[in-house]
């Protein structure tokens, strides 16, 4: 009977929709990703950063550091100086110190976030703790760089911004998840 | 899927003609059966159960607010009030009301036997009452049930959430099913089963809207699916989808989220539109007012709710252009519903208007459902919501919106049809009772939310500022009347089952479509020799001549 195939037929089609619209649910994580990314919006930085620029000294930015402990995570953090002034396109370093006061080895990963967003995509990072994940003995102290490099093209109304680190314990999560992390805060 | 669209099946319909064979008898009838009014009784009925028990949750919020401080409910418990509130009232009270009326009148309006699925029919049905044992199970449980909201955002519904959340999740998935299988078979319906000559311009506007719905359905659910799955491989697998330790992001969570909640809104309205463009033209005693443009601006609307979802998130701090992007689109939602709502006024203009309770329901639908939607625009504009967000001035917009707009729509058509369903016309007194106390409670509950909102109080808290004080006592006040007025909606329908006076096959006198063919009550198997259509005038044509 043509209605039972044209039934069929439509049922079929409406499925793969279905099945479609599910997928792309999941695929709006990448796209999420790709889309901050590209626009540097929601304070994301990207990855390593290899290029280098000539140093711009008639301007001054204000780079201000803050270090926050995520719920549940006993760490002392916190950076080496509350802010440097820095010309763009200069590379500058930044240590931050971490130390575990407990009595168990714990695996932590920072995220760094950018303020305002829109300077996101101009604060580049060469070298950055934040790309791995770091390992402490219990009582163990370490220091670790950020080097970064303003973009001579950030806009100019921004005069001063803030890098963000929070950090979380992921002790628990470390055998599994420490690849997957890498490979996407480091593409 | 083969099962269900099994040819031998789908034939059942026609093997029976000539001989009426009715119902089965005893409680095997209403479990097994495939028959499109016997499953539209039983979506009206559950959902109907739902709305009384999301409103009891919601007399508790209203208690509880009653005055300042904690008297009543602990915050832990408010919490689960208000997101069980929201998920009953969504999920279990509003979008079931309007599958059970799709499954009712559709295959009525568009003069087929049955719908063009039944057996995965009853199986969506089913697995709605299963999907909420499960849901409500959850407040018996150990840390309670569901307590972030019934946006559940993300980490509140992943880190922090009650253990119970993993029932919470699954019971979305079957209520996704649900949802999606009834929207495959409306489409297949409206699609394959029209009657011969029922082209798509001629379809009552219930059935347009209806068929836009189910579109919306198939493409947003799947992406609710899909949010609550990534939610339970966080909670269970290790994954970092919404979690900023492993490199997700919370915020993606909303984005997500609201890319199916905006259309989900839509979800909730469009049949009301439809409904109440099949009752206004008839107590005006006149055809609906620009037919076409209502197809179109309905479409419209459906377009548009998935490029405005983040007018929900203004305040997590996406980009100008975003914020700009997302407030036009938003506003720009205001043109078709415009449309819409000066066609209905256009139809009552110069009409012989007569005043039924379907009518009344339907009237005050237009005018609160504006009310809702200027509140709508406020929201919209960018820089003002940063001011109103997470306000009560959100949680008055939503329910004006959603109670004298979806909620009074599904009285409407229910007073409007009762007649066909039951075979008896419904207490008119006590209609316009039921009407008047839903109108008076439900403006006296929903209006000081406004001014409260606007003055700063933040939503979900079980306590308040002193100076908040008296327009929550009256929003309470209403809040009761509204509540209990619903019991005397309960007791009409169980009277107009019962008896009354007999109704004819078409009991509104201005009323049009193939359901009033037919005898009141409908029989049990209908159009099983399909009418022909081909020379009815389509609607716009109608329209000219008029």
């Known amino acids: 009977m043509t209605e039972e195939r044209l039934t069929r037929r439509l049922v079929v089609r409406l499925c793969l929709v279905v099945v479609a619209m599910f997928g792309f649910g999941f695929a709006l994580v990448p796209i999420y990703d790709v889309m901050c990314q590209a626009f540097g919006i929601n304070g994301k930085t990207a990855g390593v950063y290899e290029g280098q620029q000539a140093v711009d000294e008639q301007r001054q930015v204000r780079v201000q550091f803050l270090a926050t402990n995520a719920a549940d995570m006993v760490w002392e953090f916190g950076p080496q100086a509350d802010e440097v002034v820095v010309h763009p396109g200069d590379s500058t370093q930044m240590l931050f110190v971490a130390y575990n006061p407990t009595d168990k080895p714990m695996t932590a990963q920072a995220i760094p976030s950018v303020a305002p967003s829109k300077a996101a995509a101009y604060f580049h990072k060469t070298e950055c703790f934040c790309f791995t994940q770091q390992v402490l003995q219990p009582g163990e ?28 314990d992921v002790t628990a999560r470390k055998p599994p998840v420490a690849q997957a992390t890498l490979t996407r805060a480091a593409p | 899927m083969s099962a269900v669209i099994d040819p031998g099946h789908a034939g059942h319909g026609h093997a029976g003609h000539d001989h009426h064979h009715g119902p089965a008898k005893g409680l095997m009838r209403w479990v097994l059966t495939t028959n499109h009014k016997d499953i539209g009784t039983m979506y009206l009925w559950f959902s109907f159960a739902m709305f009384l028990l999301g409103g009891s949750m919601a007399m508790v919020i209203r208690a509880e607010l009653f005055q300042p401080g904690l008297q009543i409910v602990q915050p832990e418990f408010f919490n689960q009030m208000t997101t069980m509130h929201g998920l009953i009232m969504v999920f279990g009270a509003v979008m079931p009301a309007f599958v059970g009326l799709a499954n009712w009148m559709i295959p009525l309006m568009i003069g087929a036997p049955d719908m063009a699925l039944p057996r995965m029919n009853n199986f969506s049905f089913w697995l709605l009452p299963a999907a909420f044992s499960m849901l409500v199970s959850t407040l018996f449980m150990e840390g309670g049930g569901p307590n972030f909201g019934w946006t559940f955002y993300a980490p509140l519904s992943t880190t922090y959430a009650p253990e119970s959340v993993t029932f919470f999740i699954f019971a979305i998935h079957l209520m996704g099913f649900s949802s999606i299988m009834g929207a495959i078979n409306v489409i297949a319906t409206i699609l394959n089963l029209r009657a011969p000559g029922m082209t798509l311009m001629k379809m009552p506007l219930f059935v347009w809207t209806w068929l836009i719905t189910a579109f919306l359905l198939i493409a947003v659910m799947p992406v609710l699916a899909g949010v609550v799955t990534m939610m339970l491989m966080d909670i269970h697998f290790g994954t970092s989808f919404f979690s900023a330790a492993g490199g997700g992001d919370p915020v993606l969570f909303q984005h ?30 006149k055809p609906l007012f620009g037919y076409t443009s ?18 929900h998130m203004f305040t997590v701090g996406i980009p100008l252009t975003g914020e700009l992007f997302f407030m036009y689109a938003t506003l720009l939602i205001a043109v078709p519903t415009g449309v819409k709502v000066f066609n209905w006024a256009s139809t009552m203009w110069r009409g012989s208007m007569t005043f039924e309770t379907p009518m009344l329901f339907a009237v005050a639908f237009v005018i609160l459902f504006t009310i809702g ?5 406020m929201l919209a504009i960018a820089p003002a919501d940063f001011q109103y967000h997470d306000t009560y001035f959100v949680v008055a917009h939503f329910h004006y919106v959603l109670v ?11 007073y409007y049809w009762l007649p066909k369903w039951t075979g008896h016309m419904y207490d008119e007194t006590l209609g316009k009772l039921h009407f008047w106390m839903s109108f008076i409670g439900m403006n006296m509950a929903f209006f000081p939310m406004h001014f409260v909102g606007l003055a700063g109080m933040p939503r979900r808290i079980p306590d308040y500022n002193m100076m908040f004080a008296n327009f929550n006592m009256v929003s309470s006040i209403g809040a009761f009347m509204f509540g209990a007025t619903q019991l005397l909606f309960l007791f009409i329908v169980i009277k107009c089952i019962r008896g009354g006076k007999a109704a004819p096959a078409k009991p509104w006198d201005g009323a049009e479509g193939l359901e009033w063919t037919i005898p009141s009550p409908a029989p049990y198997h209908t159009f099983q020799t ?17």
């Open chain 2, 530 to 546: 399909p009418p022909d259509m081909s020379g009815e005038h389509e609607h716009r044509k109608g329209l000219a001549h008029d």
């Open chain 2, 404 to 414: 004298p707009g979806a909620i009074f729509g599904i009285f409407a058509s229910a």
């Open chain 1, 141 to 168: 102290r370490i220091e670790m760089p950020v080097r970064f490099i303003i973009d001579r093209d950030l806009p100019a109304d921004v005069r001063h911004l803030t890098l963000a680190y929070t950090l979380f």
């Open chain 2, 256 to 285: 997500v989220f609201w890319f199916f909640g905006h259309p989900e809104v839509y979800i909730m309205i469009l049949p009301a539109f439809g409904a109440v463009s099949a009752i206004i033209p008839a107590f005006a005693r």
């Open chain 2, 373 to 377: 939607g200027f509140s709508g625009l």
């Open chain 2, 294 to 311: 209502m197809v179109y601006a309905t479409a419209s609307i459906a377009f548009l709710s998935f490029i405005v979802w983040a007018h």
